[in-house]
């Protein structure tokens, strides 16, 4: 008898812990907003000029920087910063003053832009590519070695 009873309850246990199939959902969600976004892609050279007065990125032997800069909306626009100092220099280095000038390529076209100027950025991917310059106000640039940040902004 209790062998039997035994044998009901394994039955009826077993029955409840089963492998049973079930299924539920598990729902996903998005939501895009406005991005823009800025890769650089390469640093900028300056060369100076004749007098030693002025490091230019358009002079002979100079590059610009360049960037990417991507959106998904026409709300955005582009600026480049000019710096106030120098990050690294001589020991002697007078003031200078610096300007930015950019130009772009691509979904946004621009050509000769000063960098404090805002320019509205059409959707899509625009090559970018800055000019610095630096002049100084007293004297020469002495020999050695000069590095300036400028900063893209998209706003």
């Known amino acids: 008898m209790n062998f039997k009873i035994f044998y009901c309850f394994l039955i009826f ?13 598990l729902p996903f ?7 823009c976004s800025i890769v650089i892609n390469s640093p900028g050279v300056m060369v100076a ?10 002079l002979s032997g100079g590059s610009p920087g360049r960037a990417t800069v991507s959106t998904n909306a026409g709300e955005f626009y582009l600026l ?11 020991s002697g280095v007078g003031r200078a003053e610096f300007a930015t000038e950019y130009n772009a390529s691509g979904s946004t076209n621009l050509r000769g832009i000063p ?3 805002k320019s509205r950025l059409k959707p899509g991917e625009s090559n ?6 630096a002049v100084l106000q007293d ?3 002495p020999h050695g070695a000069y590095r300036a940040e400028t900063i893209i902004v998209c706003e």
């Not at 246990?13 to 959902?25: E, L, P, R, V």
């Not at 969600?29 to 991005?35: D, H, L, T």
């Not at 480049?80 to 001589?90: C, E, L, Q, S, Y």
């Not at 970018?128 to 310059?133: E, N």
């Open 49 to 58: 000029d004749v007098s030693g007065k002025r490091l230019d990125s358009k």
């Open 80 to 90: 480049v910063k000019a710096p106030k100092a120098f990050d690294k220099a001589p």
């Open 115 to 117: 960098g404090t100027a």
């Open 29 to 35: 969600e998005a939501s895009i907003g406005y991005y």
């Open 13 to 25: 246990f077993s029955a409840c812990f089963s492998a049973n199939s079930s299924s539920n959902i």
């Open 139 to 141: 004297g020469a640039f």
């Open 128 to 133: 970018v590519t800055v000019d610095l310059k």
